[in-house]
C-alpha cells in the first residue's frame, strides 16, 4: 500500500521521495504553530527560547534537504521517463528550495540571517526614532548582500530578476516594468477624476469613530459565518500585525488586531486574511503531507486577499447586504445610511502609508519601491540617497511628501528583514483579482451571488480554478490554463473606472 | 568563547555535545508546544495533520538522540577524568534518554507506539460503554509488550522495577511495598476515625453548587496573583483535562477546566498545576537548552503540585486568608461561613474514582493499582481476572464496590496509553509534600506565611532545595542532600492525624 496518493505519485521514486519529505514536512508544521504562537499567546519572555528553538529548525530543515541522500532521490525521480504532472512539480517546486541551499555558499546564508535579525531590531527603533542614519549600515550590508545572493542564484539579464523570482516564480523587472508603464498613467487619470469630483476622497466621521472591541469582534466572526468559514479548520485570533499561518490544508489560522477605532480597518484585515485562508484551506487534499501542499506563490496568494477584500468585501453589494449587520451592532442606525458606510469603506484618498492605502493609491507605494528596489540591486543609487529619492517619488506619483523617515522610507518592515524583490507581488495579485472577477462574471453572478450572501458557488469557483491546484503549476501557467490570461493592468484599470467613476 | 554555562560544563566535550543536544531540545520545545495546541486552541480538524507531525518528529529525535555521532559525542565526555557534577549529571540523563531506544528494539517500539494509540481510541469507547471485553485484548497486547520491554531493559529481581524506573528514577517494587505495609494501616485508621467522628465527611450544599464561569476564571486567575505568578512566563488556559507544558524555563503553561459545578474542582487544579508550573519556571537558568533544564522526575514533580495543592491550598491558613475573594465573587457571604469552606475543600469520602479523591483516601487508589500492576507484570493474574480483582481490592481498601467497568478497571486512561508503573510516582509525591512541609516548616514560619498570604520565602525555599537544582540529581540523591529525608510515610500520616484528627 503506498503511503501517498497512487494516482498522483504512481512510481516507487515519488513515494520515497515524499516518505522522506515528511519530516519536513512535520518540521515546517511546527514551524508554522511555533511562529503563529510567538505572535499571539507566547507569553513574552517565552521569545528567547522561542527565537532559538526556530532558528535550530531553520538548520534542521536546511541540513535535511540538502542531505546526499535526499538529492538522491530527487535525482532519481527526475531520471524517470513518464513521471506524472505531480511528479514533475514535486520535482520543480523541491529545486527551487534547493536552489538558493545549494547556489549560495552557507556563510552567506548564515551572515544574511545574522544580518537580518539584526537590522530588524535596528530598524524598529529607527523608525520609533525617525532616525535613518541608524539604519543605513544595515540596509548597505543587507543590499550588497541580496546583490550576491543574485549573483550566486544566477540571472539573464538583471540582478534584481534572481530576487524578484524568489518571491513570484518567473516574474522579471523588465515583464513588471511594462505592467507598472501601462498601469501609472492609468491610475493616475482615474485618481485626478477621483479626487477632482470629491465624492470618494472627502472625509467621513466614521474614520474618527470608536469601537468596543468586544462588539467588532463579534461583527467580524459573523462576517466570517456569512463567507461559511467551518470553524473545524480555522479560528480567527489576535495579534499586533494581522497575518494568516497553515499549519497544514485542515488547520488555518488568521489574525486581526482591534485598535479601539475606524472600524474598517479589523473589519477588511479579516476579510483579507479570510481570502488568504480559503486559498490553503481549499487544496486538493490528495496533496497532503507533500510540496505541494500551499499556496504557489506570493502573487496568487495576494490576488485571493485582495479578491475577497476589495472585489467582496468593498463591494456595493456586499456592504448593502451586511448593512443591517453593521448598524445593529455599532449604532449606526439613523445616523449613517448604507450609501454613506459605502463610501467610508471605499474613500480614496493620497496618503503617505502603504498599509493603509486604498485599491487606487495603492500601487503608486509598490511602484515607488519597486523603481528604488531596482536601481539598488543594480547599483545606480546609493542607499544615503534613498530618502530624498522616495520623498521625490512620492511627491510625483502622489503629489504628496513625507517629512519624516518614519512615514517614508522607514516605513516598510520588509527591507529590515532582507526582503528585497517582496513588493511586486503585492501589485501583480491586485491586477489577478481583477482578472479573477472578470473571468468569474462571465460564469457565474458576482453580483447577484454576493448581494445575496451565498458565497458557495464563489468558494467552488475559486477551488476549481485556482485553490485545488496547490503549487503543482507555476503561476504564470496557472493562470494561462485556468483563467487564459497573461497579467494586463487594462482588467484592473477598468474595474477601478467602474467602480469610482461611474459610480 | 562558549555557548553554554563555562562553569558548569567547563570541557570542550561536554560544550560540543550540548551543542548538538540543542536542535534535540528544540524539537521537544516544538513537540510541546504541539501538544499544548491540540488540547486548547487547535481547530478540530487539525488533529489528523498533527498526530502525523508529531509521530514524524518524535522518530526524528529518536534518530538524532541515536545517532552514531552524538552517541560518540556522549563516550568523549565519558572518558574524561575529572567532570564537573553538571558533567556526570549530563551523561546520566542522556544516557537515561538513550537506554530505552538502544536496548528496545525499534520494531518493539513501534509495535508499542501503534498498539498503545489504537488501545487509547478503543479504550475511550470501552469506558463509554462500560464494555472491559473490548479493551481487554489491547490490554493484553499492552501488558505483554510491557513485559518483552522490562525483559529488554533488565532488571535484577522484578521485572516491574525496570518500568517504575521509566517514571521515578530508581524505584523498585520493593521499596514501594515497604512504604504501602506502613502507610495502608495508617491511612485506615485515620480514616475510620474521620468516618465516625463525621465532620470531614458529611455532605456539604457547595459540592452542588453551580458557578458562573467568567466569575470562576477571575477568581482563578486571582489566586495565580496572590501565589505571585509572572505572567511574563506563565499562562492559564482551558482544555478538557488540566495540564501543564513547559516550552522551557521562560514558558511555562498550565490549563484547567470549567465544569459551572462545585467549584473547588477547577481552584484546586489551578493551585495544583501551578504547583508543576513552579517547578519548571524556578529551574538555574545556566542550564537552558540542556536536558538538565528539566524537572527530575514523576515523583519530584507531583511532590510540587501536591505541596501547593494541598499544604498549601487546603490549609485553614489558606483558606481564611482568602475567604473575602471567594465570598465576594462567588456570593457565599452569610451563607457559608470560613469553617464551612474549609470543611467543603477538605471533604473525606471513600469514593470509587481516583481523580476525585481526597488526601486521606488518594493513596488507596494508588496501591490497588499497584497490586494489581506488580501481578500482571510478574504474570500472577490474567487481564481477564482484573476486573473482579479490581473491585475486591477496592471494597477491601476502601469499603466500596464499583458497580460498573467505568466506575473501576476502565477509569484510568494510564494503561490504555501503555503507561504501567506510572501510578506509584502519584503517591511518592504526596509522601514528599509531607517531609517538605515538614523540613520547610522547621526553616521559615510556613502557617504564618501562608496565613499573610506571603510567598516569595515559600518559593525561595523550594527554589533553593529542590528547583533549581533541575535534573542535575537522581530523586533519591536530591531529597538526601537537600532535606536529608528518606521517603518515610510516617511524616505523611503525622500530617493528616494532625489536620484531620487534632481538628
Not at 217 to 233: P, Q
Request: glycine share 4%; with cysteine; proline share 4%.
Amino acid at each position: 500500500m503506498s503511503e501517498f496518493d497512487q494516482e498522483y505519485f504512481p512510481h516507487k521514486e515519488s513515494q520515497e521521495l515524499l516518505r522522506s519529505y515528511k519530516t519536513i514536512w512535520a518540521l515546517n508544521h511546527a514551524t508554522s504553530l511555533l511562529s503563529w504562537d510567538q505572535e499571539t499567546y507566547m507569553p513574552e519572555d517565552g521569545v528567547f527560547e522561542r527565537s532559538i528553538a526556530l532558528s535550530e529548525i531553520a538548520t534542521l530543515i536546511q541540513r535535511l534537504i540538502t542531505d546526499k541522500s535526499f538529492l538522491e532521490k530527487i535525482e532519481a525521480l527526475e531520471k524517470i521517463e513518464d513521471p506524472t504532472i505531480y511528479e514533475r512539480a514535486l520535482i520543480r517546486v523541491l529545486r527551487r528550495s534547493l536552489k538558493y541551499y545549494l547556489k549560495v555558499p552557507p556563510e552567506i546564508i548564515a551572515e544574511f540571517s545574522k544580518t537580518a535579525s539584526e537590522a530588524n531590531v535596528v530598524w524598529r527603533n529607527a523608525r520609533k526614532e525617525n532616525n535613518f542614519e541608524k539604519f543605513k549600515p544595515y540596509l548597505d550590508k543587507l543590499v550588497s548582500l541580496n546583490i550576491k545572493i543574485a549573483d550566486y542564484l544566477g540571472y539573464e539579464k538583471n540582478p534584481y530578476d534572481a530576487l524578484l523570482d524568489l518571491y513570484e516564480e518567473g516574474l522579471t523587472a523588465d515583464e513588471f516594468k511594462r505592467i507598472v508603464d501601462k498601469l501609472v498613467p492609468g491610475l493616475k487619470k482615474i485618481l485626478d477624476k477621483i479626487l477632482s469630483d470629491g465624492y470618494f476622497s472627502r472625509p467621513c466621521p466614521l474614520e474618527n469613530m470608536s469601537y468596543d472591541v468586544n462588539v467588532m469582534r463579534k461583527v467580524n466572526e459573523k462576517i466570517l459565518e456569512i463567507f461559511g468559514y467551518d470553524r473545524r479548520r480555522l479560528r480567527l485570533d489576535v495579534s499586533a500585525h494581522p497575518f494568516t499561518t497553515n499549519m497544514g490544508i485542515r488547520d488555518v489560522r488568521i489574525t486581526t488586531r482591534y485598535e479601539g477605532i475606524d472600524f474598517r480597518r479589523t473589519m477588511f484585515s479579516v476579510i483579507h486574511e479570510f481570502g488568504h485562508a480559503l486559498y490553503e484551506l481549499q487544496i486538493d487534499e490528495r496533496l497532503s503531507f507533500t510540496p505541494l501542499a500551499s499556496g504557489v506563490s506570493m502573487g496568487i496568494h495576494e490576488s485571493q486577499s485582495r479578491f475577497w477584500e476589495n472585489i467582496i468585501g468593498r463591494s456595493r453589494e456586499f456592504i448593502y447586504a451586511i448593512y443591517d449587520l453593521l448598524a445593529d451592532n455599532l449604532d449606526l442606525r439613523g445616523k449613517y445610511d448604507v450609501e454613506e458606510i459605502y463610501r467610508y469603506f471605499n474613500i480614496v484618498r493620497p496618503g503617505l502609508i502603504r498599509v493603509d492605502a486604498d485599491e487606487v493609491t495603492y500601487n503608486f507605494h509598490i511602484v515607488l519601491r519597486f523603481e528604488l528596489e531596482n536601481m539598488m540591486i543594480n547599483q545606480e543609487i546609493k542607499t544615503e540617497d534613498l530618502p530624498e529619492l522616495w520623498n521625490d517619488y512620492m511627491e510625483k506619483l502622489l503629489g504628496i511628501r513625507p517629512k519624516t523617515y518614519s512615514e517614508g522610507v522607514l516605513q516598510d518592515i520588509h527591507w529590515s528583514s532582507g526582503s528585497i524583490g517582496y513588493f511586486p507581488s503585492y501589485s501583480l495579485g491586485t491586477l489577478i483579482a481583477a482578472h479573477i472577477r472578470d473571468k468569474m462574471s462571465k460564469e457565474i453572478d458576482l453580483a447577484d451571488n454576493v448581494r445575496n450572501l451565498r458565497f458557495e458557488p464563489v468558494k467552488k469557483w475559486l477551488r476549481e480554478k485556482i485553490h485545488m491546484y496547490g503549487s503543482i503549476y507555476p503561476p504564470r501557467e496557472l493562470l494561462k490554463r485556468s483563467l487564459d490570461i497573461e497579467v494586463d493592468p487594462t482588467v484592473f484599470l477598468r474595474y477601478l473606472e467602474e467602480k469610482f467613476l461611474l459610480k
